[in-house]
């Protein structure tokens, strides 16, 4: 079984950053890939950010150029650091990780808010 715990989330204002930790434990050996997913009030869970153990990155357009994903394999810690942060990107953050593959991944954190508003 794998553990996932976040952290960073809270309230900041439009143009603001935030940085987001997701810190795993347990069977790690089963790990690959980890990355962010979102949901939003009144919305489906939609896909953030991913990056493999070997640093390969995938970005949902809406965050591209916004959003850096990083990763520290000895921490077993993925990062999302997110910067010009829009209303739009109000939601509930989780943390997603799992073996190579396509789609969400089998283990999930216990999500954490953030929250973009004046």
């Known amino acids: 079984q794998v553990q996932l715990v976040e952290s960073g989330g809270g309230l900041v204002q439009p143009g603001g950053s935030l940085r987001l930790s997701c810190a795993a434990s347990?069977?790690?050996?089963?790990?690959?890939?980890m990355g962010w997913y979102r949901q939003a009030p009144g919305k489906q869970r939609e896909f953030v950010a991913r990056?493999?153990?070997?640093?390969?990155?995938n970005y949902a357009d809406s965050v591209k150029g916004r959003f850096t994903i990083s990763r520290d394999n000895g921490k077993n810690t993925v990062y999302l650091q997110m910067n010009s942060l829009k209303p739009e990107d109000t939601a509930v953050y989780y943390c997603?990780?799992?073996?190579?593959?396509?789609?969400?991944?089998?283990?999930w954190g216990q999500g954490t808010q953030v929250t973009v508003s004046s």
């Open positions: 997603n990780a799992g073996p190579l593959g396509i789609g969400p991944r089998p283990y």
């Open positions: 347990g069977s790690i050996f089963s790990i690959n890939v």
């Open positions: 990056i493999t153990s070997g640093g390969s990155t």
